[in-house]
């Protein structure tokens, strides 16, 4: 059942900095507060935009936690998430208020995909490390023994995740001759798993001893907080390698250093990190790990289409519909 009458022209408050012309398409559609700056609302500016909009358009870097949404008044009636991941709004605290959450799910699966593949090619094959070497002015020439990574064709790759992502990922790493193994909630089924050659294991532990490069496309949840624990990473291959560019709390990021520290994996490509945008002094110490800046979906196509996406969501809402990107309860 629909609610009561919605505003034709909702005032929205968005906390970061988006692409120009889809400031400039907000601004025509609707009464829109946008970033002067952008840089993270503090919790202060938080609660002051939730109670003084209709829709809040809030980003990853924006924590919505149920003490902010406690100082929403009666007119906060949307959220719409510019991005996919909803881990940083506490959905429980917005549906008893009322509040609707919306998301702007798939447009960067494929800009993902390719980073994740990136980082797969480059950990094993010491990139980062031989960028560095040749701008140190310290490289002395080719050697048949200086410089040595691991082949990426023929290995195992544990994807961990099935979703949107973890298949473009797979059929990318196919086509690199690496055989596709994976966890997820949910077996797919039996026709994608023959066009990809996957295998599926329902253990995650079985899963990591195995592979020789595991990838992580999970949401973050509850029930995937440090899910790759140290038993779990301790578990892995001394020659394996270890990609995350889903979110940096899936890891035990302590463990993740102690392991790399001590050579018990062979090394990491990392997008994301537990306490963005601080990284620990110590993973940027190593020189078995390559480190992006949360890259993953920093594509101009992208970042329009979530714009888009956004607009779409709030003009849905507006009109007495419901978002087309409504996050439902039960989501992960």
């Given at each position: 059942?629909?609610?009561?009458?919605?505003?034709?022209?909702?005032?929205?408050?968005?906390?970061?900095?988006?692409?120009?012309?889809?400031?400039?398409?907000?601004?025509e559609l609707f009464e829109v507060v946008l970033s002067a700056h952008d840089r993270a609302f503090s919790v202060e500016a938080l609660k002051a935009a939730v109670a003084d909009c209709d829709v809040l358009v809030p980003t990853?870097t924006d924590n919505i936690t149920a003490e902010i949404l406690d100082a929403a008044g009666e007119r906060l009636r949307l959220i719409a998430n510019f991005g996919a991941g909803v881990d940083h709004i506490d959905l429980a605290?917005?549906?008893?208020?009322?509040?609707?959450?919306?998301?702007?799910?798939?447009?960067?699966?494929?800009?993902?995909?390719?980073?994740?593949?990136?980082?797969?090619?480059?950990?094993?094959?010491?990139?980062?490390?031989?960028?560095?070497?040749?701008?140190?002015?310290?490289?002395?020439?080719?050697?048949?023994?200086?410089?040595?990574?691991?082949?990426?064709?023929?290995?195992?790759?544990?994807?961990?995740?099935?979703?949107?992502?973890?298949?473009?990922?797979?059929?990318?790493?196919?086509?690199?001759?690496?055989?596709?193994?994976?966890?997820?909630?949910?077996?797919?089924?039996?026709?994608?798993?023959?066009?990809?050659?996957?295998?599926?294991?329902?253990?995650?532990?079985?899963?990591?001893?195995?592979?020789?490069?595991?990838?992580?496309?999970?949401?973050?949840?509850?029930?995937?907080?440090?899910?790759?624990?140290?038993?779990?990473?301790?578990?892995?291959?001394?020659?394996?390698?270890?990609?995350?560019?889903?979110?940096?709390?899936?890891?035990?990021?302590?463990?993740?250093?102690?392991?790399?520290?001590?050579?018990?994996?062979?090394?990491?490509?990392?997008?994301?990190?537990?306490?963005?945008?601080?990284?620990?002094?110590?993973?940027?110490?190593?020189?078995?790990?390559?480190?992006?800046?949360?890259?993953?979906?920093?594509?101009?196509?992208?970042?329009?289409?979530?714009?888009?996406?956004?607009?779409?969501?709030?003009?849905?809402?507006?009109?007495?519909?419901?978002?087309?990107?409504?996050?439902?309860?039960?989501?992960?």
């Amino acid at each position: 059942m629909l609610d009561s009458p919605r505003p034709k022209r909702p005032r929205v408050i968005v906390t970061r900095q988006l692409m120009p012309h889809v400031e400039a398409r907000m601004a025509e559609l609707f009464e829109v507060v946008l970033s002067a700056h952008d840089r993270a609302f503090s919790v202060e500016a938080l609660k002051a935009a939730v109670a003084d909009c209709d829709v809040l358009v809030p980003t990853v870097t924006d924590n919505i936690t149920a003490e902010i949404l406690d100082a929403a008044g009666e007119r906060l009636r949307l959220i719409a998430n510019f991005g996919a991941g909803v881990d940083h709004i506490d959905l429980a605290a917005a549906r008893a208020k009322g509040i609707m959450v919306s998301n702007t799910p798939g447009v960067f699966t494929e800009d993902t995909a390719d980073m994740t593949m990136a980082l797969i090619l480059s950990v094993p094959r010491r990139l980062a490390e031989g960028e560095k070497l040749m701008r140190s002015g310290k490289w002395e020439g080719w050697a048949p023994s200086t410089m040595l990574g691991h082949r990426v064709g023929g290995k195992l790759l544990g994807i961990i995740g099935m979703g949107r992502i973890g298949l473009a990922v797979a059929r990318r790493a196919r086509a690199f001759g690496l055989s596709i193994h994976y966890h997820n909630r949910k077996r797919l089924p039996a026709e994608v798993e023959q066009e990809l050659g996957a295998s599926y294991h329902a253990s995650i532990d079985t899963l990591l001893r195995i592979s020789d490069v595991v990838t992580i496309h999970c949401p973050h949840t509850s029930e995937t907080h440090e899910m790759v624990n140290a038993a779990r990473i301790a578990a892995m291959k001394p020659t394996a390698y270890l990609i995350n560019t889903a979110r940096g709390e899936i890891v035990d990021e302590k463990a993740l250093i102690a392991a790399l520290k001590s050579r018990r994996i062979a090394g990491a490509g990392l997008d994301v990190y537990a306490q963005e945008p601080v990284v620990d002094p110590e993973l940027l110490a190593l020189d078995n790990a390559v480190l992006l800046p949360h890259l993953a979906s920093a594509t101009i196509e992208g970042r329009e289409a979530s714009g888009e996406k956004v607009i779409a969501n709030i003009r849905a809402w507006s009109d007495g519909h419901r978002p087309p990107d409504q996050v439902l309860e039960g989501w992960v």
